[in-house]
């Protein structure tokens, strides 16, 4: 293949990444791969792997030149990641990609109580701002980590009170994402959130988790200050500390509660809700 396709996916050696590029090369789409480390990309007939580090602006242009439709899956997370999240926004301006596709997170804004949405807020922001089409996909937070947030000892800890989650499968998410990517055009300047189909609290999670997996499962609400100390046996920097409890007061505060039907809307299949996540 002489040019690279014009449909490049980041994040492909991740889960929801890895999901999107299979599904489209299983439709057939030629894709361009984009990866820090090409050697660990799926081989998928008709995909070419390219380098690409969000923070290294001359690679990325090098590895975009010609994409139109570019599906960003958000970086690492680290405390420059904002930065890095600009720096190749502007390289996909450079590059000459026409629009990115991104995955944001439920109720980005420049004060949400999750102090990661903050930073998706501001990277929806630098997209705009660079005259790019966009269509931003804010996925509630992952329904694939309520049972592993209880840890080995099966209890979710965190500072949640009563409120609720409208959590979403990865599957859900990718399926959705591959919907867009097969007529981006049909979803430029687009805002979806993408959530389950119930809004459970976690002690109602808990219980779905302890019903199907047959052993005890709960959830303990801590305060803020004993979700910090709790957290202290992690080595982790301060912003990371706040990340992992605001996750906890952001369901508090009601931000991710919301159910919508966009998965359902974009891929025409009801989302998965987490006892049938768990069923496989």
Same mark, same amino acid.
């Not at 990115?100 to 109580?113: H, K, L, N, R």
């Not at 609720?164 to 981006?184: E, F, G, K």
């Given at each position: 293949m002489s040019t690279p396709p014009p449909l490049a996916?980041? +994040?492909v050696t991740g889960t929801v990444g890895g999901l999107v590029a299979r599904q489209l090369a299983?439709? +057939?789409?030629?894709?361009r791969l984009l990866a820090r480390t090409p050697s660990k990309a799926p081989e998928l007939p008709g995909a070419v792997v390219l380098p690409c580090d969000y923070a290294d602006r001359a690679l990325?242009?090098?590895?975009?030149?010609?994409v139109e439709t570019l599906f960003m899956v958000s970086g690492r997370e680290n405390e420059n990641r904002l930065e890095e999240h600009k720096a190749f926004i502007d390289?996909?301006?450079?590059?000459g990609v026409r629009q990115?596709?991104?995955?944001?997170?439920? +109720?980005?804004?420049?004060?949400?109580?999750?102090?990661? !949405?903050?930073?998706?807020?501001?990277?929806?922001?630098?997209?705009k701002a660079a005259g790019l089409g966009f269509t931003f996909l804010r996925d509630c937070l992952y329904l694939d980590f309520l049972e592993p947030f209880g840890g080995p000892e099966g209890v979710i800890r965190g500072p949640a009170d009563g409120g609720?989650?409208?959590?979403?499968?990865?599957?859900?998410?990718?399926?959705? !994402?591959?919907?867009?990517?097969?007529?981006?055009r049909a979803h430029a300047q687009t805002a979806y959130t993408l959530t389950g189909p119930e809004a459970l609290t976690l002690a109602e999670a808990a219980d779905v988790i302890s019903d199907i997996r047959g052993r005890p499962f709960a959830f303990h609400n801590e305060t803020i200050d004993e979700a910090?100390?709790?957290?202290?046996?992690?080595?982790?920097p301060p912003w990371q500390y706040d990340a992992w409890v605001s996750t906890?007061?952001?369901?508090?505060?009601?931000?991710?509660?919301?159910?919508?039907?966009?998965?359902?809307?974009?891929? +025409?299949?009801?989302?998965?809700?987490?006892?049938?996540l768990l069923a496989g």
């Open positions: 996916i980041t +994040g299983e439709a +057939g789409v030629e894709l990325c242009e090098r590895s975009l030149e010609g390289s996909a301006k450079s590059a990115i596709v991104y995955t944001s997170f439920m +109720g980005a804004a420049p004060d949400a109580v999750f102090t990661l !949405a903050r930073d998706h807020f501001h990277t929806e922001e630098h997209i609720r989650v409208a959590a979403v499968a990865q599957a859900d998410v990718a399926r959705s !994402a591959a919907a867009v990517l097969q007529d981006p910090y100390e709790s957290r202290k046996k992690w080595p982790a906890y007061t952001a369901i508090a505060a009601g931000e991710l509660a919301e159910v919508t039907d966009d998965v359902e809307r974009l891929t +025409g299949r009801r989302p998965l809700s987490l006892a049938e």
